[in-house]
């Protein structure tokens, strides 16, 4: 993969990890507000639009998983030999640290 497809990828990825915080953070200010409110309806749309949310985490991931393939042969590999189930949240965290941080390293 060229350095600008990975920049790309990497700036779409960013982009997308924006809009799920601000659509959390707008779920969280209207979930918060209708327990204050006592506001029942408000509440049900909350938790509609939290589907909305889980598509997004999700695309994140596969995303994600996509470029840690693609850039990290050795992460690919091991990440092949197990299912993705196996792997919690946090590892795939970590492994999106690591690959961020190998590329800023390697622009240094």
């Given amino acids: 993969m060229a350095r600008t497809v990975l920049d790309k990828e990497l700036q779409e990825l960013d982009e997308q990890i924006l809009r799920l915080g601000s659509l959390v953070d ?38 994600t998983i996509r470029l840690l393939t693609l850039q990290q042969p050795l992460v690919g590999a091991i990440c092949a030999t197990l299912p993705r189930h196996s792997l919690s949240r946090a590892t795939w965290s970590v492994l999106v640290m690591e690959l961020l941080a190998s590329r800023r390293s390697s622009c240094a």
């Fill in 26 to 63: 707008d779920a969280l200010a209207k979930a918060l507000d209708s327990l204050e409110t006592g506001d029942i309806a408000k509440a049900g749309l909350v938790i509609e639009a939290d589907a909305g949310i889980d598509i997004l985490r999700a695309a994140i991931e596969e995303h």
